[in-house]
């Protein structure tokens, strides 16, 4: 059965760090770029990382650039957003989303599978 699932949220002091997980099952990441998203309470989806489908290609919005680092291991599957220094405006459910397109280039818009997110609390 197809689905791809976020784990590793959960709540943290500022300053600390997360390690976030996507696990796909029923398909391969091989074909997919992948970006991470987030929704902070009262505000949109935004894209914040992504990396191209050859692993060769990443992209962090400015406000988590030098922070969060995004990989990905195709063999097992799983795509990583290693989050540090976290901030309480990082607080959000960030979910994970693939991207099909031609190329396997990075972008944060048509995707076509999303995870169902997981949560993150930075607070004292």
């Known amino acids: 059965q197809f689905g791809i699932v976020e784990s590793g949220g959960g709540l943290v002091q500022p300053g600390g760090s997360l390690s976030l997980s996507c696990a796909a099952s029923?398909?391969?990441?091989?074909?997919?770029?992948i970006s991470w998203f987030r929704q902070a309470p009262g505000k949109e989806r935004e894209g914040i990382s992504c990396?191209?489908?050859?692993?060769?290609?990443?992209n962090y919005a400015t406000s988590v650039r030098g922070r969060f680092t995004i990989s990905r291991d195709d063999a097992k599957n799983t795509a990583y957003l290693q989050m540090n220094d976290l901030k309480p405006e990082d607080t959000g459910v960030y979910y994970c989303?693939?991207?099909?397109?031609?190329?396997?280039?990075?972008?944060?818009?048509?995707?076509?599978?999303w995870g169902k997110g997981t949560q993150v609390t930075v607070s004292s």
């Open positions: 989303a693939l991207d099909g397109n031609v190329g396997g280039y990075c972008r944060y818009t048509d995707m076509e599978y």
């Open positions: 990396i191209s489908s050859s692993g060769g290609s990443t």
């Open positions: 029923g398909l391969s990441l091989d074909y997919y770029a």
